[in-house]
């Protein structure tokens, strides 16, 4: 199911940031488990910037084709939520274009919780960097839970 992002729900309801990161999936898993411990409605993320690589001419003349690029990127990274014997409720899926905290911020005006990933762990990106995790802990009007890579893994911001 897709809505337009801050659109009222009539129950709580978690929204996580959805990134095909390992700390990206580690926060998507913790968001469907809030979501059933809370009785929340869940809704996924993903925002993403046009493309400005050797794909962008690929997608530059079909914005439609890249937004069901990152729309099929969402779906399968939500597969693992709908597995057969798991109560987390059907996503809500939120597609669109613009910075990540933008969008986050947007998508959780009507959410009880905000869940995002760490992203990457070094120092020196720590320093030369403003994460999308800094900017919507400091922007947020709700909690927001930043949730790391598991231990002993790869940074969060490679893929898997």
């Known amino acids: 199911m897709t ?4 659109q009222p729900h009539p ?10 990161t390992v700390s990206g999936r580690a926060a998507l898993l913790f968001a469907a488990q809030e979501a059933r411990a809370r009785s929340a409605a869940l809704r996924v993320v993903l925002a993403y910037q ?3 690589d050797s794909d962008a001419d690929y997608f530059e003349m079909n914005p439609d084709r890249e937004r069901e690029h990152y729309r099929q990127i969402a779906e399968q990274l939500c597969q693992p939520l709908t597995r057969p014997g798991q109560d ?3 996503p809500d899926v939120v597609i669109e274009q613009g910075g990540a905290a933008t969008v986050l911020l947007h998508a959780c005006r009507d959410a009880s919780m905000l869940v ?3 992203g990457s762990h070094g ?4 320093l030369t960097q403003t994460s999308t995790a800094a900017r919507v802990l400091s922007e947020a009007q709700l909690p927001v839970v930043v949730v790391p890579a598991p231990p002993g893994g790869p940074s969060g911001s490679s893929r898997a």
Request: aromatic letters at 4%; a neutral charge.
């Open 3 to 6: 809505t337009p992002a801050g």
């Open 11 to 20: 129950q709580p309801m978690v929204v996580v940031g959805c990134a095909d």
């Open 50 to 52: 046009p493309s400005t």
């Open 88 to 90: 987390t409720p059907t």
């Open 116 to 118: 995002v990933g760490s």
């Open 123 to 126: 120092f020196l990106a720590r």
